[in-house]
């Protein structure tokens, strides 16, 4: 049963303007969310994450977002840039931080 | 952030055989993580790896068929055995960041069974 959901396959979005990607989850007992970008031939490189504790958290041109009631969490780069093209994941984890679920993800495609 | 690096990336074997991917990680750790991410799938987590005891494995997932060995703190090996086609899939090593809330993953072994 998959714990974290990445609704969208795939997004395409123009240069400049804002890419938000969404994630959904099951488990009330996670309490810490992680995204990841992938590029083609790599591991996933860790992006940016957020407590529960709170509903946003931003660094630079990326903020993630946490709406705990609908279990739902966002990223949104602004402005989305050609080198931002890449499969992103989600993930989550409860308070031991030992086992780490992960949504299927989503590749974002940024025009120029 | 830890350096992590994985041999071979990418390899086809034939049906019944087995393939050993290294890991190594350029600090010592701990834990090393093993996951496994299939075609259209997410990562799913295989074992964790302590060095100097035996790894713990996930439902679904079973010794027999995925032996990890530990013989260090900078190193691990994930063996799939008796493969099959079903096992065609991206596997990584992951290790933790600065806080076990974080993990860094190796660049990954892409394996096809044919």
């Known amino acids: 049963d998959q714990q974290v959901k990445q609704n969208s396959p795939s997004l395409s979005v123009q240069e400049g303007r804002i890419s938000i990607l969404n994630c959904d989850y099951t488990n009330s007992m996670f309490d810490y969310f992680l995204w990841y970008k992938k590029y083609p031939a790599e591991g996933p490189t860790f992006l940016i994450s957020i407590s529960s504790i709170k509903d946003k958290n931003e660094d630079g041109r990326f903020t993630v977002f946490l709406n705990k009631s609908a279990k739902h969490l966002s990223l949104h780069i602004v402005p989305s840039q050609p080198g931002d093209s890449a499969v992103y994941f989600c993930?989550?984890?409860?308070?031991?931080?030992?086992?780490?679920?992960f949504g299927t993800g989503t590749s974002l495609t940024v025009i120029p | 952030s830890a350096v992590i690096s994985q041999k071979p990336s990418r390899d086809i074997c034939q049906r019944g055989t087995s393939l050993t991917i290294q890991c190594q990680v350029d600090?010592?750790?701990?834990?090393m993580f093993w996951y496994r991410q299939q075609p259209g799938q997410s990562l799913t987590l295989i074992a964790t790896?302590?060095?100097?005891?035996?790894?713990?494995?996930e439902s679904g997932f079973v010794i027999d068929k995925f032996p990890i060995s530990r013989p260090n703190l900078t190193f691990s090996t994930l063996t799939v055995s008796n493969m099959s086609p079903e096992d065609s899939s991206i596997y990584l090593c992951?290790?933790?960041?600065?806080?076990?809330?974080?993990?860094?993953f190796g660049p990954g072994t892409r394996l096809t069974v044919t």
């Open positions: 600090s010592q750790v701990t834990m």
């Open positions: 790896a302590n060095q100097g005891s035996e790894a713990t494995y």
């Open positions: 993930a989550a984890s409860e308070n031991t931080g030992n086992q780490f679920y």
């Open positions: 992951s290790v933790y960041g600065t806080s076990t809330y974080e993990q860094y």
